[in-house]
């Protein structure tokens, strides 16, 4: 089994082995991927604030295992963590996610070899954590992910499909995720949006609704924390935060409508030029501030290589828990209105001084979170 020449390497507290490979592909024997530590990093504090907010032992379902670092991270650097399931389609990726528990001396952790929805029908209700992160979209799991989660559990989800739900290509949006998108400056946040309307509106067949925790949208991938909840009622509740966003591209004037069968407006109200619209997707919060505060005080419990670039993201979301949707950039303002761009500080200073929210955003340096509308920024930026 083991031809190719062996790598070994160390996140956080754990040493993972698998077969050398030249390129981060699908086409790796066992997949790794360096680039994913962030991520990982994330889901260790994110997952032990889970634990410590349910104050009970969790037992986590790793799908999509590839060399079984997840999964065998979750147990090893996570308190309270009972069972660990390590799922993975592939046997080589099964023989090295058995030879990586051994390697770090571990106990309850199960490694499973099924197709990832089987083995979440199989398992139904026995998972307080279930982490879903596969090559390109999530999309086809999440029906049996709807079906297997239990109440008061956190679904954690990885899509690399960026191309889709940013709308650089439309069509697979809509194949997959069952919603048109937009290709905007705020394509990203867009994307997340999608995203999670998506599987909010794919979990309620199941009677279970989401609370998204905290989300990023970061390189080639978007990442969900959702904590499950139950019952027909809250669902129908929280699917009223299923909705629109219309944008103008000659102005940049945007606009979000919640209700999925809402009657959307047609043109510009500023412009009168044509909106197009983005959507179905999720127009509730995208992030829960007391949870991501609660991820940033973690750090200090846990080793992660990622702490400086991990701190800067969370402390980016907490902030952006306080702001309303979309994001203006301001090259892209500067733009349409034929002037070069002032400073960034002097803007953000304007619009407070002004009685604005004004917030940066993790989805792009230039960006600016704000309540004023397209003509109070293009004021400003005239004026400075
Ligand atoms: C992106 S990799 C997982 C990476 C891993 N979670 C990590 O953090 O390094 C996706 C894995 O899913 C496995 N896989 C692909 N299709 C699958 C399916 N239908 N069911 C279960 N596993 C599958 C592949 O063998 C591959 O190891």
Redesign the pocket.
Known sequence: MEENKIRRIEEGLTKIEFPEFDKVS?DAP????PH?EL??DLSILAIQVFQKQEDREINIC??????G??GIRYKNEIDGVGNVSI????EL?NHYERHNIELNDLEDIEVYQ??????LRMKRGEFDVI?I???GTPS??LDSAGYCARRNSLLCV?A?DTSALCGTYKEPCIRKYNAKPYKSEYCHETGIRILAGFIALTLSKYSKCIEVKMSHSTEHYMRLYLKIKKGSKKCDETLKNIGYISHCKHCLHRQTSKGLASSVEDTCPICGEKLIHAGPLWLGDIQDGEFIQEMIDETENKKINSEKEALKLLNSCLIEAEAPATFFDVHAICKSLKISAPKLDLIFEELENRGFIAIKTHYNPLGIKTDAHIEDIQKILLEL
């Open positions: 699908s066992v997949f790794y991927n994913m991520n990982r790793d799908l999509f295992g590839g060399s670092i997840r799922n993975d389609i592939s990726a099924h197709d990832a929805s089987m083995f982490d992160d596969p090559f086809p799991f990885t690399t």
